[in-house]
């Protein structure tokens, strides 16, 4: 069963900046969360990873929530193409709970 | 970043044929690999996990002798689909583990259609 928990479905504005929020209320201290998104009839693409500090790259921010039981991905300038479905799930890097695992995620619509 | 390629990324075969799916690494080694399926508007579920040299470990209700994993070297782990049925008809997905850094790399993923 997923560890995490997501809205299904979102809209967001062009231009604007999208915040999708995760629920991980159960995860353990080696557990890193990792969020990917998948453009239909995809394989899903790698976003960013972070454990507890807050991480940016060229895609995305993430913020994690200091207790660790929840965070957000930020998209600062959504476009078009960032219409997905974006999974945000938990997993360590090595140990039984290394095996990816997704929910349902959340459908994100970039309007113009 | 590291690539994974999936081949075919679509199939076509009648009722009761095998049908393979090679999935690759390709600038780096996996010493795991996971094969997933995913139905139309669901997520993707996990149906296996793949590592080299040993036997795959299927999850509950995945029928091993109905998708046969290989996983005979480091860069290549394949998915075999037996006696296809329609009900077989699905989006197969690969994913590689890069056990040094713990990342997860995907592949385009396969469409299958059993007619």
């Known amino acids: 069963d997923a560890k995490t928990t997501q809205p299904t479905s979102m809209d967001c504005a062009e231009g604007r900046a999208a915040n999708l929020p995760c629920n991980h209320s159960?995860?353990?201290?080696?557990?890193?969360v990792y969020w990917y998104r998948q453009i239909h009839s995809q394989g899903p693409q790698y976003i960013i990873h972070g454990l507890k500090n807050n991480e940016t790259n060229e895609m995305a921010s993430l913020i994690i929530t200091e207790d660790r039981k929840s965070s957000t991905l930020i998209l600062p300038h959504a476009t078009l193409r960032d219409t997905a479905v974006y999974y945000c799930?938990?997993?360590?890097?090595?140990?039984?709970?290394?095996?990816?695992?997704f929910g349902r995620g959340t459908s994100l619509i970039v309007h113009p | 970043g590291a690539v994974v390629s999936q081949h075919p990324s679509w199939v076509i075969c009648k009722s009761g044929t095998s049908v393979k799916i090679e999935c690759r690494s390709l600038?780096?080694?996996?010493?795991?690999m996971f094969w997933y399926r995913q139905f139309p508007k669901q997520s993707l579920m996990l149906m296996a996990t793949?590592?080299?040299?040993?036997?795959?470990?299927?999850e509950q209700g995945v029928e091993k002798d109905k998708f046969l994993i290989n996983h005979a070297s480091l860069t290549l782990s394949t998915l075999t689909v037996t006696s296809a049925h329609p009900e077989d008809s699905s989006f197969y997905i690969c994913?590689?583990?890069?056990?040094?850094?713990?990342?997860?790399?995907f592949g385009e993923g396969s469409r299958l259609t059993v007619l």
């Open positions: 600038d780096f080694q996996a010493t795991t």
């Open positions: 994913s590689a583990h890069v056990r040094a850094t713990g990342e997860l790399f």
């Open positions: 799930i938990v997993r360590s890097s090595s140990g039984g709970s290394y095996i990816p695992t």
């Open positions: 793949s590592n080299e040299g040993s036997k795959a470990t299927y």
């Open positions: 159960t995860i353990s201290g080696n557990e890193y």
